[in-house]
């Protein structure tokens, strides 16, 4: 997809970013974060702007920490690493059904 201009208007900040994603994907993703951050606002009575983002990030990146760990992922491994430990995962399960 070519790169295009996508104007980004998130806690009374306005600004654009390029992206290589289409459209919809990207309102899918604002649309999520304003979710959070809703959900946040309302949760914690925090109004800070700033400190509503900082949280956001925060359960953003737990979410993320938590998907890694059920995937098996060790933060900062590559994908080759972890394919390769995968596929010596499956080996082994097969090698003990046979």
Same mark, same amino acid.
């Given at each position: 997809?070519?790169?295009?201009?996508? !104007?980004?208007?998130?806690?009374?900040?306005?600004? &654009? *970013?390029? !992206?290589?994603? /289409?459209? %919809?994907?990207?309102? /899918? @993703?604002?649309?999520?974060?304003?979710? $959070?951050? %809703? &959900?946040?606002?309302? #949760?914690?009575?925090?109004?800070?702007?700033?400190?509503? /983002? *900082?949280?956001?990030? *925060? !359960?953003? @990146?737990?979410?993320?920490?938590?998907?890694? $760990?059920?995937?098996?992922?060790? #933060?900062?491994?590559?994908?080759? $690493?972890?394919?390769? $430990?995968? *596929?010596?995962?499956?080996?082994?399960?097969?090698?003990?059904?046979?």
């Amino acid at each position: 997809m070519p790169v295009q201009l996508v !104007t980004i208007k998130v806690l009374g900040a306005s600004f &654009s *970013i390029q !992206t290589d994603e /289409s459209r %919809e994907y990207m309102d /899918s @993703l604002l649309s999520e974060l304003e979710r $959070r951050l %809703e &959900s946040l606002a309302g #949760a914690t009575k925090v109004g800070d702007p700033l400190k509503l /983002s *900082i949280l956001a990030n *925060i !359960t953003l @990146l737990d979410d993320l920490a938590a998907l890694r $760990r059920e995937a098996g992922l060790v #933060a900062g491994e590559d994908l080759g $690493r972890l394919a390769d $430990r995968l *596929i010596h995962r499956l080996d082994d399960g097969l090698g003990e059904s046979s």
